[in-house]
Each structure stands twice: as C-alpha cells, then as structure tokens.
C-alpha cells in the first residue's frame, strides 16, 4: 500500500515550456486534491476533484489545468510555466464523509 | 473566507522544555480542525481531527485541543525527533472537504 505518489520529485523547467505533474492514490479514495505550498504562506488549494469525473477550482486555479483520469489518477498540468510558479506541489486524496486528506512527497518545480 | 492564524512562526525548544502552539481560526461553520506534521522535504502527515470545542486528542508527546476560536497542540517533554513544522487547517461545512491551511510552526528541540 504506497499511499499517495508523485511524479516527478523535481523539475526545472524555462519560462514558457509546459509539464504534467502525475499523482496516484491506491486507497480507494473518491476526493483528490492539488496544492502548492510556498515560503510562509503555508498550502494553497489549487484544483480538487471531489469525485470520478468532476473537477473544481480552488484558491490558485490561474495558469493550470487538471485532468480526473480515473479513481486512482489526477494529473496538474501547467501549459506555460512562468517563474511565480516555482513552488512544491502536493497531492493529497480523501474520502467524502472521513474528511482527512492524505499527502503525497510532493514535486518540486523550479521554473527559471 | 476561512482564516487560519498559527503562532508562532518558530519555536526552539530545549529537550524536555514543554510549550504549545496555537492556532486560531475564523471559518463558516466548522466541520473539523485538523493539525499535520511537515519534515522538511516530505509531505504533511496527517496527527489529529477535532471536531467540536472541549475536544481533545493525544499521540504520545502530542496533544491536541480545541475552542470555538483556536486550537492548541501541547507538547510535553519534548524530544529531538519532535522537530518538524506543525500545521493548522480548518474545514468548513459546506465546501466539499476543502481544507484551509495557516502557514505553519516550526519546531526544534535541541537535546
């Protein structure tokens, strides 16, 4: 039982160029969460899927997409990487009705 | 908008030196309080959910309690290995299981 994964671990990226950051949970949770997590403001939600098939905005939607791509899957792509999104991401995964969200090792991007 | 406040920024502890952090909060209608440990390069790991003010939750050297405005995580005669950034987050009723953090307090505890 891995928990949650994340790939890759780290990135360097130019301004302009574009990646998907992968994230799997193997517990059978319905609720998937993306975060970015920077120098003393703490974790910002991103993008969360509540359920298979649905996705929603969080508080930092701006300059990504997601994609639910089943139960165990949702990948956070940024089409083209600026410097203000050098940040480590988190994935982290849920059951509605538990509420606890487990997290991932998380992705540091670097974008120069 | 859920608010999330957590003091201080950073705590040095000596080893067996007991202290709390805290964490007030302002949210619509709380569904649960969640604290988490942070290593530095890893995830937060998931310590304790309370739910409703007069809880209170331990794990070891942790304890976790909780008012209508703020929580505290008491910790009791610590140790190196209780070195980590300790974080706050808030879960409100209505707003599918999204969590809003504060940013965290770090703690070293030097043997």
């Known amino acids: 039982n891995a928990g949650v994964t994340q790939t890759p671990k780290f990135q360097v990226l130019k301004t302009g160029q574009s990646m998907t950051l992968q994230c799997a949970q193997d517990?059978?949770?319905?609720?998937m969460y993306w975060y970015r997590q920077d120098p003393g403001m703490g974790l910002r939600l991103i993008y969360y899927?509540?359920?298979?098939?649905?996705?929603d905005k969080g508080e930092v939607p701006n300059g990504y997409n997601v994609s639910r791509l089943n139960k165990r899957e949702f990948s956070l792509r940024l089409e083209s990487a600026a410097p203000s999104q050098t940040s480590v991401y988190f994935c982290?995964?849920?059951?509605?009705?538990?509420?606890?969200?487990?997290f991932g090792p998380g992705t540091r991007l670097l974008v120069l | 908008e859920d608010q999330v406040t957590q003091s201080p920024e950073a705590l040095r502890l000596q080893e067996g030196e007991s202290s709390s952090l805290n964490c007030s909060y302002t949210?619509?209608?709380?569904?649960?309080l969640f604290w988490y440990r942070q290593d530095p390069g890893k995830g937060p790991e998931f310590l304790f959910t309370?739910?409703?003010a007069g809880e209170e939750k331990e794990k070891e050297r942790l304890k976790a309690t909780l008012t209508k405005k703020e929580s505290f995580l008491h910790i009791t005669a610590p140790k190196p290995e209780d070195s980590a950034t300790y974080l706050c987050?808030?879960?409100?009723?209505?707003?599918?299981?999204?969590?809003?953090f504060g940013a965290g307090t770090t703690v070293t505890v030097r043997a």
């Open positions: 987050a808030v879960q409100a009723g209505s707003n599918d299981y999204k969590l809003s």
């Open positions: 309370l739910y409703s």
């Open positions: 899927s509540a359920s298979e098939g649905t996705t």
């Open positions: 982290a995964s849920g059951t509605s009705g538990e509420e606890t969200q487990y």
């Open positions: 949210v619509s209608g709380l569904r649960g």
């Open positions: 517990m059978n949770h319905n609720s």
